[in-house]
């Protein structure tokens, strides 16, 4: 964690909890979650029995309010855990990433006391997982293009729309969902719900079959005459947009986590392999090539995790979606450049599926695209500057 360091300057060690928190993880994710990782990619097996016991070691409400259910603990702390658990696999990070950021974490900023007794101490105590019902068909990075509407009757809300390509979903109990509530209102008429996913006129789609992540769980969502209570409503009518945006600026906290893990795995990969490779009959980490390579991935590595670390660190501050969208911007793209690098290193072998590189090196091009692409991060940022 970055902090005041004395006269020397600020300290980047970690704390004492966090070390720990790391070796935890780390344990756990070797031990536990890599044994059938290769199968579980392989059959797109959804890791429920992996997913139970982390919920049960407190990561799904990591930075919730023990009032809550969650265990309290601070961003960068939390950034730590998703980076291990990234490492060892990225579909099991996302999981968790998704229910702590995008579904319990906007119900803990906006919920209503209700809400925060009922559905976030169910996700935020690891009872159950929780998801993001943001993105549609014809709506990604324009959100005001949505077309899910949400009508008042009496006592209830009611749904009626579909959203695309969200993670959790038809293993979530709870949506945090986005809907126009007043249509003629264009951005400004966008509400926040959460919405069980076992009411009536709820459903998901198939399973997306995806380049990488396999193991996660990706569908759409339908809504078809939905009815949730009033009080489903999540802070204030036609305030849906600034909610999503709040959420989505926090959440790119655990999208630079897990670039980080999949980076440092791929450092560690390549000099692995360096080490075993024998060509002109010395190994290949002799060669100028390919040292240049892995200081490259290695200083990169180190780059992204001070920017994450950073953002977390200040994730209350003024400049806190700046410094995240920093953060999440340089962390995927070096993360790209690094697993590309690393199967280079590996050369022929590393295009088979036998090597985890292969794996990682699809698990990483999402992270450029989700919760906001690369190119909606420099807009964040340049606008943040130029306004």
């Known amino acids: 964690m970055i902090s005041e360091g004395g006269g020397d300057g600020p300290s980047f060690a970690l704390s004492e909890d966090q070390a720990f928190l790391r070796e935890t993880v780390r344990r756990f994710a070797e031990e536990r979650i890599r044994p059938g990782t290769f199968e579980r990619d392989a059959s797109h097996e959804f890791p429920a029995e992996i997913i139970q016991e982390l919920g049960e070691l ?16 601070d961003a960068v702390s939390y950034c730590i855990a998703i980076e291990e658990l990234a490492r060892v696999c990225p579909s099991v990070a996302v999981t968790l990433s998704v229910t702590n950021s995008v579904a319990c974490w906007p119900v803990w900023q906006f919920g209503s006391e209700e809400l925060k007794r009922g559905p976030l101490r169910e996700m935020a105590s690891g009872v159950c997982l929780g998801a993001f019902a943001l993105t549609e068909p014809g709506s990604g990075s324009d959100v005001a293009a949505m077309r899910t509407t949400a009508v008042r009757d009496g006592e209830s809300w009611v749904l009626n729309g579909e959203k695309a390509w969200i993670t959790n979903a038809g293993k979530a109990r709870y949506y945090v969902a986005l809907a126009k509530t007043d249509p003629k209102a264009g951005k400004r008429g966008i509400s926040a719900f959460v919405v069980p996913a076992a009411s009536a006129g709820c459903s998901t789609g198939e399973p997306e079959r995806k380049l990488g992540l396999k193991a996660s769980r990706t569908s759409a969502v339908l809504f078809e005459n939905c009815r949730i209570p009033a009080a489903s409503l999540l802070g204030t009518e036609g305030k849906g947009l600034n909610l999503a945006l709040a959420t989505l600026g926090h959440s790119r906290l655990g999208i630079a986590a897990q670039a980080l893990g999949i980076h440092q795995r791929a450092v560690e990969l390549a000099v692995e392999y360096a080490r075993e490779r024998i060509q002109f009959g010395v190994p290949i980490a002799q060669h100028q090539a390919i040292q240049f390579k892995i200081a490259e991935m290695a200083t990169e590595l180190a780059a992204a995790r001070l920017l994450t ?15 995240a969208s920093e953060a999440k911007l340089y962390s995927s793209e070096a993360a790209n450049r690094a697993v590309f690098e690393s199967l280079q290193i590996h050369g022929g072998n590393g295009f088979s599926e036998e090597y985890e590189i292969s794996r990682l090196y699809r698990d990483a091009r999402v992270t450029t695209i989700y919760e906001g692409t690369s190119e909606i991060q420099r807009m964040v940022i340049a606008r943040s500057l130029l306004s």
Do not use: P, W
């Open 309 to 323: 670390h950073r953002a977390a660190a200040e994730c209350h501050g003024k400049e806190a979606v700046k410094y």
């Open 58 to 73: 407190g990561l799904c409400g990591m930075m919730i309010d023990e009032a809550y259910g969650g265990t309290g603990i």
